[in-house]
């Protein structure tokens, strides 16, 4: 419900500046860069998880309405887990180290997409899809690094963004793509939110 939801929305909100915005600025440009992060701490009965993304996205305009993005996004995944959920795993004969219990998960994705946009407007909907190659190394309770071969996969996603001055925009977005985790026969997907400015060259 929540994916349908966001979907529905940047339909909603392209449509709306669609027909309701005039046309901006008519600059020509060549290409745009965005640099987009985000930050936040959620919890659980067990475990605090700590996320930190950051990235850089190359637009390069193909006509009015059509963009290619090409990008890289790292994401830093800290879970610490409570001292309860230590203490059961302690009980149970395991032998872990001192201090807070932690794991961690390092994402790099790099991406291109096909951006549909009509990037004539003051406020700037889109939508976009295309591929996503994925690697992934983790650290266990001990600080012992796995790490996944790059994996080929899909995204998809919408962003809006807002005319600050005649060549910088603020931008926010929402991508999902396959997490690559599976269990009991379920799929799990990433969800990921970022702002950030674009600069108009």
Not at 92 to 119: A, M, W
Not at 176 to 186: E, T, V
Request: hydrophobic share 35%; aromatic share 18%; with cysteine.
């Amino acid at each position: 419900m929540r994916k349908l939801f966001v979907i529905h929305f940047f339909l909603f909100v392209s449509l709306y500046a669609f027909l309701l915005n005039r046309e901006a600025l008519g600059e020509a440009r060549y290409f745009s860069l965005t640099f987009n992060g985000n930050y936040e701490t959620t919890f659980s009965t067990t475990y605090k998880n700590t996320q930190f993304t950051w990235g850089l996205e190359l637009g390069i305009p193909l006509n009015r309405f059509f963009e290619l993005g090409i990008g890289k996004s790292f994401t830093q995944d800290i879970y610490e887990y409570s001292d309860d959920y230590k203490n059961s795993l302690i009980n149970k004969g395991l032998i872990l180290p001192s201090g807070t219990l932690k794991q961690e998960n390092d994402t790099s994705d790099t991406y291109i997409n096909l951006i549909v946009s009509p990037n004539w407007v003051y406020v700037n909907p889109s939508i976009s899809g295309g591929l996503l190659m994925r690697s992934v190394c983790s650290r266990d309770y001990f600080n012992d690094a796995t790490c996944q071969n790059q994996k080929l996969t899909w995204n998809l996603g919408g962003g809006l963004s807002f005319y600050i001055t005649e060549y910088l925009r603020f931008k926010v977005a929402y991508k999902i793509s396959p997490s690559g985790y599976r269990l009991n026969s379920k799929n799990y997907y990433d969800e990921r939110y970022t702002a950030g400015i674009t600069f108009l060259y």
